[in-house]
């Protein structure tokens, strides 16, 4: 049992890629502790997040121990459970923030089960690509089935009113159904559908409605109106930054300013600390991150190893898509949305499942690089 869960490829992790994510993340967690410290006055957060860090880490370890196999095996039960944690939130042990209710209290910790959603339905749908390959290829077989997959955690995600996590997953969905070699027709025909129905959800709500519209009125933005006030105060702290920026701790966005410096608009913190040279060093080490985990997926893929190709694949387009949106708002080019920065932000459940997102590319790619007398028993 334990050969089977725990199985050594006799390859070591890519050096570069390692260190890579490991710049990002000790980068992200000074910047984050910067922004925490000034905001409320005390090390918890910091501490907190180092804590997480370790404990992604550690779950990442045994991921790079563990074969895809695993995964692919068990994906029935991965995805059950992960419903069930999506309904518990509404329970008594549920936590509401701000109007939300996505958290499972736990005391010591909150969890939120969208994240762990995130790679779940990735690890459920690569599965699904593999063994539905012919119902793919037949017009709407395919298309149905993909529904039904994503119906119910969509639906738990609304009631939880994470929109911004259901547009992620459902994204993340067809990118990985456009991957697989789906009829285009089809998906621009689901996409478009998709995409009245996410224009539906936000004219039922006058809140959503007056917040998107808002953000594109000029005279709120001429006249200090609070309701863009948070973009505003983002880019003011980008502007301070300049190139070099202000220097680590100065930081003054991140005292009463930004409601949120140290999760979702962390971003703007590290423009104001670090100046344009540190956001460009975000982007450029993430860039490079997600260049080398889609050249590890195609390179699975050349391998015949398709279920490995697409939990690559769609890693990198999740983690993508939130970073994309996370820097957009951030940069003042879309509303504010409650997207943490990938490996940056705080945030104990993202960290620790961005992590163990990393380690699957990584342990990707250590297959990738196997003798191929092991390969051939890699999914």
């Known amino acids: 049992m334990l050969s089977k869960i725990f199985n050594k490829t006799a390859q070591l992790p890519d050096k570069n890629l390692l260190v890579a994510i490991l710049a990002l993340i000790i980068f992200g967690w000074i910047l984050s502790s910067s922004a925490s410290i000034g905001h409320f006055g005390n090390y918890s957060k910091a501490i907190n997040q180092a804590i997480y860090i370790v404990l992604g880490m550690f779950f990442g370890l045994l991921v790079l121990k563990s074969p895809l196999s695993l995964y692919k095996e068990n994906r029935y039960w991965l995805f059950l459970i992960t419903i069930i944690l999506l309904a518990v939130v509404f329970s008594p042990i549920g936590k509401t923030i701000n109007g939300s209710t996505r ?27 593999v063994e539905q390959e012919k119902d793919l290829r037949r017009p709407w077989m395919g298309f149905i089935k993909t529904l039904v997959i994503i119906t119910v955690p969509g639906v738990l995600l609304l009631l939880e009113s994470d929109f911004g996590a259901t547009i992620i997953v459902v994204a993340t969905v067809l990118a990985m159904l456009l991957a697989s070699g789906v009829y285009l027709k089809q998906l ?5 559908v998709a995409l009245l129905f996410v224009v539906g959800l936000i004219s039922l709500n006058p809140n959503r409605v007056e917040r998107f519209t808002s953000f594109w009125r000029d005279d709120l933005w001429l006249n200090h109106s609070d309701k863009v006030g948070q973009t505003k105060q983002a880019l003011v702290g980008i502007a301070r930054g300049d190139w070099t920026g202000v220097g680590l701790g100065n930081s003054i966005q991140k005292y009463t300013k930004l409601p949120e410096p140290h999760t979702d608009m962390i971003f703007a913190i590290i423009g104001e600390e670090t100046g344009i040279i540190g956001m460009l060093f975000v982007i450029f080490t993430f860039t490079y991150i997600m260049l080398k985990g889609f050249k590890i997926a195609k390179e699975a893929l050349k391998d015949n190893r398709r279920y490995s190709s697409y939990v690559g694949f769609g890693i990198c387009t999740w983690l993508s898509m939130q970073f994309s949106v996370n820097i957009a708002m951030n940069l003042g080019l879309i509303p504010p949305k409650g997207f943490t920065l990938p490996l940056v932000s705080y945030g104990g459940s993202s960290i620790i499942f961005a992590l163990i997102s990393m380690a699957l590319l990584l342990r990707i790619n250590m297959e990738n690089k196997a003798d191929s007398t092991k390969r051939k028993y890699y999914v």
């Open 103 to 129: 958290w499972i209290d736990l005391v010591a910790f909150k969890l939120q089960p969208s994240e762990i959603l995130k790679i779940v339905i990735i690890l459920f749908v690569a599965g699904f690509l």
């Open 188 to 192: 621009f025909i689901f996409g478009g």
